[in-house]
């Protein structure tokens, strides 16, 4: 066989598959789809004898990259406001690259294809280097950081965090559910091959532009492997167009799918993208700027819609609505003025918008200074220490505690399209119809009247307000690990200054009883609980209280 043969070679790894006839093999990994009539062919044909070479020179070249970054100290030249988001960013991310490296067994279980195995198992591949070499950034910036506060303790953060819990029910959404479900239609199909755009591509940009450029050197060598992830989705989806019977599970996935990645992907990277920087040049894009361009033109109009040739729907209502959401209902504002509200729950330092931040935003989102405007300045003001309580528990910043979504964990920021529903005996907000929809029609043992017993339930213990409900702050802050060295300051501040004379302590937290509103919810009268919903869907924009 030709060394330069990859098709030869391609042919010899699948000799080496091998279906048992001694014992029916378990069901690992269920799926609800069929397969029998699927064509078996691979896109893009790759093996190893090429794909290892290939890692070893973009390897070299992050390496590279960071042993630079050390002897030019460029740590210490990343704007502060950049590199404290981060210390979120960098616990979130290399979760969901391991859960997509554990997501490729169950793909492989549930698709009788060798073709495509062989390119899931290299993707499993890819999915370990990338968290590795994330964890490696992370680490340089914790040992070279003026502030290692936060980083050192990413993974214990990530997991405790009331951010932490968003970004978690998004990388298990690649593991949990119908295995096609959760390894080909969420995570390929839509998270790596449309939002891996504004996240690897759009992101890094950013980065260098606040003097960060080894987050672009990793970043980028994280993206270059995703054609690859793509092609493996593609195989896939076409395998399961070619049964009628997976038409209706396919539409309903990729409905779920869409939603669930608008809601979370937008939300950390939007906010990440326009109040983690310091670049404030005009001729930039926006967030929103770029989610058009890399989304709803190169995913959604050249990936997705052609797809309608095979008869399937494609949730155009959805696309459309995500688009409105973040260009006419403020939703990347929205969620960046509840990070910061819940700055005393963080494991990173927040800092306040000025007038150059205004300016900025003014232009890029008309109308957005009288919406969130004076909001910031109230932060600014409240973030001295001066006897007050952190902002969120002070009256006069004119914000209300927003509740939760059961389904992607984002709070109910755009109120006035909150659901309230009574699902399996709990009483649930929902963001958005869809999480409603998801949430109670999707994630059920039947669906359209058909069985559906491999996609499972959203349940568990979801929401973070809930667990440290009736607590007092100080002592959640001891809890979570939040507090430095000294025992006494708290991790998170509210501004950037790291005079110790300006830093909060557990002494301005102490005394304080953080309550949860799913909670409070739950023990309402039916006809209290009604009124109350009324009044929150009336408040806003920007989480004020309805006008009594």
């Not at 973030?383 to 992607?408: D, L, M, V």
């Amino acid at each position: 066989m030709s060394r330069a043969s990859i098709t030869k070679a391609h042919q010899k790894i699948q000799e080496l598959s091998w279906e048992p006839t001694f014992v029916e093999p378990v069901d690992k990994y269920p799926t609800d789809y069929t397969f029998e009539k699927a064509p078996k062919k691979d896109p893009l044909k790759q093996v190893l004898r090429s794909y290892f070479p290939m890692e070893e020179e973009k390897d070299n070249r992050v390496f590279g990259a960071m042993d630079g970054a050390i002897r030019g100290n460029m740590f210490r030249q990343v704007q502060e406001r950049w590199m404290e988001w981060q210390k979120l960013f960098l616990s979130i991310i290399p979760f969901p690259e391991i859960s997509a490296a554990r997501a490729m067994p169950l793909a492989i279980n549930a698709v009788p294809n060798p073709e495509v195995h062989n390119g899931l198992a290299i993707q499993m591949i890819d999915e370990v280097r990338h968290s590795t070499i994330q964890m490696n950034l992370k680490r340089l910036y914790m040992n070279h950081y003026i502030d290692p506060a936060g980083f050192d303790l990413t993974e214990k953060g990530f997991a405790n965090c009331y951010a932490g819990t968003i970004g978690r029910q998004f990388g298990e959404g690649f593991i949990t559910g119908d295995a096609i479900t959760a390894a080909n239609v969420y995570l390929t199909i839509v998270a790596e091959t449309a939002f891996t755009n504004v996240l690897f591509v759009a992101m890094p940009g950013e980065a260098a532009a606040n003097g960060d450029y080894l987050l672009p050197t990793v970043f980028h060598s994280v993206q270059s492997d995703e054609s690859r992830h793509i092609s493996n989705g593609y195989s896939i989806i076409l395998m399961a167009l070619a049964d009628e019977r997976n038409r209706a599970l396919l539409e309903r996935d990729l409905r779920y799918a869409w939603w669930n990645n608008h809601a979370v992907v937008d939300a950390a990277i939007g906010t990440f993208i326009e109040y983690g920087t310091k670049d404030r040049r005009k001729d930039r894009e926006s967030y929103a700027e770029a989610w058009r361009r890399w989304i709803y033109d190169d995913y959604y109009r050249s990936y997705l819609v052609p797809l309608e040739k095979y008869g399937l729907t494609i949730p155009h209502d959805l696309v459309e609505e995500s688009w409105n959401r973040i260009w006419n209902k403020g939703y990347i504002h929205e969620v960046a003025q509840f990070f910061a509200t819940g700055w005393f729950a963080n494991y990173w330092r927040i800092d306040g918008m000025d007038d150059k931040d205004f300016e900025w935003f003014e232009f890029k989102y008309p109308g957005w200074y009288d919406k969130y405007g004076r909001w910031w300045e109230k932060y600014t003001e409240l973030s001295k220490k001066n006897g007050h309580k952190p902002i969120a528990f002070e009256a006069e910043a004119n914000y209300q505690y927003p509740h939760r979504c059961w389904t992607c964990m984002v709070p109910c920021l755009i109120r006035e399209d909150t659901v309230m529903d009574e699902v399996d005996g709990q009483v649930r907000t929902y963001c958005s119809e869809t999480c409603h929809w998801t949430d109670k029609v999707a994630f059920r043992p039947e669906y359209e009247g058909r069985p559906t017993p491999s996609m499972g339930k959203l349940s568990g213990q979801r929401e973070w307000e809930t667990l440290h409900h009736g607590k007092d702050l100080g002592d959640i802050m001891q809890d979570l690990g939040y507090i430095r060295d000294d025992g006494h300051t708290l991790v998170p501040q509210p501004h950037l200054n790291l005079d110790p004379k300006e830093m909060w302590t557990l002494d301005e937290v102490r005394g304080i009883t953080l309550n949860s509103p799913n909670v409070l919810l739950n023990e309402m009268s039916p006809e209290e609980r009604e009124q109350h919903m009324a009044e929150y869907k009336r408040g806003g924009p920007a989480g004020r209280p309805a006008a009594a």
